[in-house]
């Protein structure tokens, strides 16, 4: 494998926690997860006013803390497959704050960002919102605390957020996967078909549309 370290990325719902788990276990490769609390986060999605910059600025600081850990631990130079982007934070800032808000959270960003290493190639879950709207519902049956889920209108600009962040994604090679026919219950094949995209892989981007969903 060309790329020592891949960062498997897309909107809520989308699947890229458990593809991560799946293409690390497929390619002998440590797994690192985004860690998922936040206390913020209720807050948030009750509209409390400041819990979106309380919960930006936990996640954001909590991403840099997890990135220079690894870094400074050389787990690198393993192969490696993160579920998260740490560019991707941006999407959530842009989305989410007031400008005043976003003065001070890009000035943090900036400083933060000189310490993350670029992945060597990113993956984006593109899914339509019709999909991942679906996926999402059948997610929140098992769901402990309602609270913590994003409703549906937020979720909708959240994919378009994504959409428009990766369409402009240049910073490392990008493989695109339409995944309409393509879940976290994909068949073996199926992974093995996206395996020989990712190894076939250079510069630039690449879509890759999975003909069937098994």
Do not use: W
């Not at 690198?76 to 991707?88: G, N, P, Q, S």
């Not at 605390?145 to 994919?159: F, G, H, I, M, T």
Request: charged fraction near 25%; include cysteine.
């Amino acid at each position: 494998m060309a790329f020592r370290y891949i960062a498997v990325e897309g909107p809520i719902g989308a699947g890229k926690t458990a593809l991560a788990g799946r293409l690390a276990a497929r390619l002998d490769a440590a797994t690192v997860l985004e860690e998922a609390e936040n206390p913020f986060l209720a807050d948030f999605y009750a509209d409390r006013p400041g819990a979106a910059l309380q919960a930006q600025l936990f996640c954001l600081l909590g991403r840099h803390r997890q990135q220079t850990e690894l870094r400074q631990a050389d787990l690198f130079t393993h192969a490696t497959i993160c579920d998260y982007l740490f560019e991707k934070d941006k999407i959530f800032a842009y989305l989410n704050l007031d400008d005043n808000e976003l003065f001070i959270y890009q000035r943090l960003y900036d400083l933060l960002a000189r310490d993350i290493p670029l992945p060597d190639l990113a993956i984006y879950l593109q899914t339509p919102t019709d999909v991942l709207l679906r996926r999402v519902h059948s997610r929140r049956l098992d769901a402990e605390s309602v609270a913590l889920q994003p409703d549906d209108d937020y979720l909708r600009e959240l994919n378009e957020a994504y959409h428009h962040f990766f369409f402009h994604y240049t910073a490392t090679p990008l493989l695109v996967v339409e995944t309409s026919q393509f879940d976290s219950d994909a068949s073996d094949e199926a992974l093995e078909e996206l395996i020989r995209q990712i190894r076939g892989m250079t510069t630039g981007t690449r879509y890759y549309v999975p003909r069937t969903r098994a």
